[in-house]
Structures are given as structure tokens and as C-alpha cells.
């Protein structure tokens, strides 16, 4: 294996007027070799892997219970007289449906209940397992583990586990929102009778008795929809990071080693005292490169540093993108002109898989090709822009 030459691009005069290419400018040889699908690698496709990026520390995808079946056990309907009145035995039909609905709603927060247990068990699982792979890989190991492909596999399942717990949680909004509903047609309902004709005071009495059960029962429903609706938002934001923090993992069993957490392209706040300059086209004269990478030897890793420059232009600016040119000497004949032009081309393509490898979307990347006098050997250059 070819240790890499590495060549640091021209210091910033300052930070405020710095261009992001000189955060961590470098210039590395190496051969370009395609990477591995994570089907190549794992025997299946990586369910549903989003582009979204991963930082490390992630939250826990379940949350303590919010409101519990207690809450619904709790309240009662307080029981009334018979008046004999039509209004009296409107009263009572409204009376059992609050009734039959606090009784619904008691079984529906313990299956909630239940299912964020479910969920929480669920995390649990997956962070050991994530964390017995990455303890692994920062120690090192061979390329390919089949120990850690097989950990991998299962912590892939744990969080198809989580989706469906999401999924059910999603099914569960559906049947409490109307519940909800019910509610708050009830409470309209019960406001109404007041306006009905043929009354006695008893009547009233206790029609305001339930309508003060009713509109805490309706509270109570709309605190349980707006927790289970957040949970399910949260935990679909946190499964998807975990998509792509699988996919980091895999590509980093492949190698053998970690090159740390997916490049965070959305949990990155951006320094207040740095401001991002505009940079110029990277065909312009003058526009250092943020990576160099020359194509001259064989077997040459560069990702570790690849991943370093990137990771430190997006601290910098984190909605950078990215933009891969491929260029090859211009000099010699024809046809060794272009078959140059070809492998560099390839050479480039490598590099943008492994930038995607490493959690950048495919739409920060923009690639493109040409030839130039003043390089003796194929070359990789990445910009920012």
C-alpha cells in the first residue's frame, strides 16, 4: 500500500475573507477503485436509505410516557337524577357516550403506552448493537468482517423494528384523531341542550356538571394526539438519520476501519463569527482546490483525508456543495489523450461514490472533466462552491 503524499494548500490571511478551499487544501496520490453496494457487501439493499446525514449523540427515538391510561381512569361522569323531562333524558344519553368514549380512550393511551415501550426496547437494541460495530471498527479489523457484516445485518433489522412501531403509532394518531372528533362533538353537543326548551333547573344543573367532564375529556385527547403526533415526527426524523448511519457503517466494514460519523450536512449550526465567502467558478485561474488528488501510483488511500477536508469545509459552511473535476494531461497523441481522459473520468466517479459513502447527498456533488498541459498525471480535484 502507497502512503500518500499530502500537500497543504496556501494559508487563509483570515477567517473572515478565507476561502473555504483552504480549510483543509490537500493533494493526495492514489488509484482509484469502484467501492462495493452495500448488496454486494450485506446480501440485501439497505431498506429505504435516505441521503439524510447522521450526527453522533443522536436522541433516543422513544420518549417517556406523557399521559397515561392513569389519566383516563382517573376521570369519571358524575351521575344524575332522572328529572322526567326530554331534556333530563337527553342529558343521560349524553352522559353514557362520555361514558363509552373515556372508556375507549383508556385502552387507546395503554396501547400507546405500549407501543412507545415497544419503540424504546426497540432503540435500545439497535444502539448496542450500533455501538458494539463501531467499537469495533475503531480498533480495527479486516476488510469485509463477517462477524461485523452480521451485526450489521441485525442492527438493520432492529431499525425496520423501530419503522413498524412507527407505522403503528401512525395508525394509532388515525384512530385517536377521532376520537378527538367525537369529543368535541360531544362538548357542542352538551352546549346545545342548553338552548332546548322544556328545562328545569336539575336539568341544567347537570348540564353543567357534564359539560365540565366533557371539556376535560377533550383536553385530555388533544394532549395525547399532539404527544403521540410529535413522537411519531421525532422518530421519523431519527430513523431516517439512522438510515444513513447505517450506510456509513457499511462502507466503513468494507474498509476495515472508521473514518468517523457521517459528514452532517443539516445538524451543523453555522459559526456566527465566520462569514462564508462566495468563490469564484473552480475552472477559474486561482481557485485552490479544497482536495487534490493525483492519479500517478497505484493503491493510495485517500479517504481518511478526503473525509477530514470535507468535514471541515462543513463546519465552516453547511450547506456547501461540492464540485468533482476530473483532468488529465493534455499532451501526447490522440488516442492517449483520451483514454487518459477516460480513466480520469473514472477516477472521478470513484471519488464522488465515496463522498456519498461518506453521508454527502448526491445533489451537493456537481461532476465534471478536462484536460490541462500542466498535470503530468490524471488528477482529482474537489472545489467548493
Known amino acids: 500500500m502507497t502512503t500518500p503524499h499530502i500537500f497543504n494548500a496556501p494559508r487563509a490571511h483570515s477567517l473572515k475573507h478565507a476561502s473555504l478551499a483552504l480549510v483543509a487544501g490537500a493533494a493526495l496520490l492514489l488509484s482509484g477503485c469502484a467501492a462495493l453496494g452495500d448488496s454486494d457487501l450485506f446480501g440485501n439493499s439497505g431498506s429505504g436509505t435516505t441521503s439524510a446525514s447522521n450526527a453522533a449523540g443522536t436522541r433516543a427515538v422513544a420518549t417517556d410516557v406523557g399521559v397515561a391510561a392513569q389519566s383516563f381512569e382517573a376521570l369519571s361522569v358524575t351521575d344524575?337524577?332522572?328529572?322526567?323531562?326530554?331534556?333530563?333524558?337527553?342529558?343521560?344519553?349524553?352522559?353514557?357516550?362520555?361514558?363509552?368514549?373515556?372508556?375507549?380512550?383508556?385502552?387507546?393511551?395503554?396501547?400507546?403506552?405500549?407501543?412507545?415501550?415497544?419503540?424504546?426496547?426497540?432503540?435500545?437494541?439497535?444502539?448496542?448493537?450500533?455501538?458494539?460495530?463501531?467499537?469495533?471498527?475503531?480498533?480495527?479489523?479486516?476488510?469485509?468482517?463477517?462477524?461485523?457484516?452480521?451485526?450489521?445485518?441485525?442492527?438493520?433489522?432492529?431499525?425496520?423494528?423501530?419503522?413498524?412501531?412507527?407505522n403503528a403509532m401512525s395508525g394509532k394518531s388515525t384512530e385517536i384523531a377521532?376520537?378527538?372528533?367525537?369529543?368535541?362533538?360531544?362538548?357542542?353537543?352538551?352546549?346545545?341542550?342548553?338552548?332546548?326548551?322544556?328545562?328545569?333547573?336539575e336539568d341544567h344543573r347537570q348540564l353543567r356538571i357534564l359539560q365540565d367532564e366533557t371539556r376535560q375529556t377533550t383536553v385530555l385527547i388533544e394532549r395525547v394526539l399532539t404527544e403521540l403526533r410529535d413522537d411519531i415526527a421525532r422518530q421519523t426524523t431519527y430513523v431516517a438519520n439512522e438510515r444513513s448511519s447505517l450506510t456509513t457503517l457499511a462502507n466503513a466494514i468494507?474498509?476495515?476501519?472508521?473514518?468517523?460519523?457521517?459528514?452532517?450536512?443539516?445538524?451543523?449550526?453555522p459559526p456566527a463569527a465566520i462569514a462564508a465567502p462566495a468563490l469564484s467558478t473552480p475552472a477559474a485561474a486561482g481557485t485552490p482546490a479544497l482536495v487534490t488528488i493525483r492519479f500517478d501510483r497505484p493503491n493510495v488511500q485517500y479517504q481518511q483525508a478526503?473525509?477530514?477536508?470535507?468535514?471541515?469545509?462543513?463546519?465552516?459552511?453547511?450547506?456547501?456543495?461540492?464540485?468533482?473535476?476530473?483532468?488529465?494531461?493534455?499532451a501526447g497523441s490522440p488516442d492517449k489523450v483520451q483514454i487518459a481522459?477516460?480513466?480520469?473520468?473514472?477516477?472521478?466517479?470513484t471519488v464522488v461514490r465515496t463522498m456519498n459513502e461518506m453521508g454527502l447527498p448526491a445533489d451537493r456533488i456537481r461532476l465534471s472533466s478536462t484536460t490541462r498541459g500542466d498535470v503530468p498525471a490524471n488528477e482529482v480535484r474537489v472545489y467548493v462552491r
Do not use: C
Request: charged share 20%; hydrophobic share 35%; proline share 3%.
Open 80 to 166: 344524575g337524577s332522572p328529572t322526567g323531562t326530554s331534556v333530563g333524558r337527553k342529558v343521560e344519553d349524553l352522559r353514557q357516550e362520555l361514558r363509552t368514549l373515556q372508556s375507549v380512550m383508556e385502552t387507546e393511551t395503554a396501547s400507546v403506552n405500549t407501543l412507545r415501550a415497544r419503540a424504546t426496547a426497540n432503540s435500545r437494541d439497535y444502539h448496542e448493537t450500533r455501538g458494539a460495530i463501531t467499537s469495533r471498527l475503531q480498533r480495527g479489523t479486516t476488510p469485509g468482517n463477517p462477524e461485523l457484516v452480521a451485526q450489521w445485518n441485525t442492527a438493520q433489522a432492529q431499525l425496520d423494528a423501530i419503522s413498524s412501531d412507527i
Open 178 to 201: 377521532t376520537h378527538a372528533s367525537t369529543a368535541n362533538y360531544l362538548l357542542e353537543a352538551t352546549q346545545a341542550t342548553f338552548s332546548l326548551s322544556g328545562a328545569i333547573e
Open 254 to 269: 468494507k474498509a476495515g476501519e472508521l473514518f468517523g460519523s457521517g459528514l452532517s450536512v443539516s445538524n451543523i449550526a
Open 306 to 330: 478526503l473525509y477530514t477536508a470535507l468535514s471541515r469545509a462543513l463546519e465552516v459552511r453547511p450547506n456547501a456543495q461540492f464540485d468533482v473535476v476530473a483532468i488529465s494531461p493534455s
Open 341 to 349: 481522459q477516460s480513466q480520469s473520468r473514472r477516477n472521478a466517479e
